[in-house]
Nanobody
Framework: QVQLTESGGGQVQAGGSLTLSCAFSGPSFISYGMSWFRQSLGKEREFVAG????????YYADSVKGRFTISKDKATMTVPLQMDNLKPEDTAVYYC?????????????????WGRGTQVTVST
């Protein structure tokens, strides 16, 4: 059974950086595409970034392109999300999700494996 645990959230000033981490527990990490989503108050959960099962391709929402970087560490079975030049609109709970697929899927409803989330707050 796959379990996901996010860490690294916190409060940071606009323009600052944070690195989130998603720890994967369970079999077959290599076969999972991994993604990060976020949800802010009163809004629907949205796709932020994703990486294919082999780490060969990455995908980003337009709102974070050029500022966020997702990677997949097979040795530690973690999925870091490096977030630079943070903006107040990046404030949200960030969730890690896993999908046994060869492609990155951006739809929330396609995922059935989620972590509990970690709060990121960006102040002005």
């Amino acid at each position: 059974q796959v379990q996901l645990t996010e860490s690294g959230g916190g409060q940071v000033q606009a323009g600052g950086s944070l690195t989130l981490s998603c720890a994967f527990s369970g079999p077959s990490f290599i076969s999972y595409g991994m993604s990060w989503f976020r949800q802010s108050l009163g809004k629907e959960r949205e796709f932020v970034a994703g990486i294919t099962w082999d780490g060969g391709r990455t995908y980003y929402a337009d709102s974070v392109k050029g500022r966020f970087t997702i990677s997949k560490d097979k040795a530690t079975m973690t999925v870091p999300l490096q977030m630079d030049n943070l903006k107040p609109e990046d404030t949200a709970v960030y969730y890690c999700a896993a999908l046994s697929s060869t492609v990155v899927v951006t739809g929330v409803n396609n995922y059935n494996c989620w972590g509990r989330g970690t709060q990121v707050t960006v102040s002005t």
